[in-house]
Structures are given as C-alpha cells and as structure tokens.
Nanobody
C-alpha cells in the first residue's frame, strides 16, 4: 500500500512560481512511475506530466518549458516546479503512482489547490 500526500499549493500571481511536492509512504516508491494531473472546475482531469523510476519525464504541451518534474527516491518524494504560471493553470493538482508499463494508476493523493491570479 502506498499513500501519497501533496503539498505546496497556494495563491500566486500571473508569472509567479510554485513547487509542489508529493510525498509517498512505502519503500516501493522507487519502482513506480509518478504522474501529476490537474483538474479545473467543470473540466476533466488532465495529465500534466510523468516521471519514470529512472527519471525520464514527459509533459503536456500546455506546460512544456514552464513545468519541471523531478524525484528524490531516497526521500520518496516527487516534485513539480511550476514557473511562468498563468490563470489557466488554476486547478487542483494530484499526484498518482502506477507500475512501469501499466496505464492504470494504483494510488492517488488528495490534491492540492493552485490558484493563479491575473
């Protein structure tokens, strides 16, 4: 069983930065691919990016060049550095964990709110 807890959300102005963290319990964190998703009011949850156990990343076009994912397996934590934030980045951000090669996320965090004001 893996539990995920996100933190770092908040209110930021247009062009500002935030760093989200997702702390995982359980020693098997290192084998999981981690994903960040977001859900804005009235919209479906969408992928922000993923990071494999080896550190390879993939991002949605909407955040490429602005967001960066990283992970520290020793701390069981994955990060999402968000720069040049826009109002359309406002959403609840969730982290999820899935086994390599699987498309199904086995675990989800509770989410953290990010609000970007103009």
């Amino acid at each position: 069983q893996v539990q995920l807890v996100e933190s770092g959300g908040g209110l930021v102005q247009l062009g500002g930065s935030l760093r989200l963290s997702c702390a995982a319990s359980g020693s098997i964190f290192s084998i999981y691919t981690m994903g960040w998703y977001r859900q804005a009011p009235g919209k479906q949850r969408e992928l922000v990016g993923t990071i494999t156990s080896g550190g390879s990343t993939n991002y949605a076009d909407s955040v490429k060049g602005r967001f960066t994912m990283s992970r520290d397996n020793a701390k069981n934590t994955v990060y999402l550095q968000m720069n040049s934030l826009k109002p359309e980045d406002t959403a609840v951000y969730y982290c999820g964990a899935r086994r390599a090669g699987s498309s199904k996320y086995d675990y989800w965090g509770q989410g953290t709110q990010v609000t970007v004001s103009s």
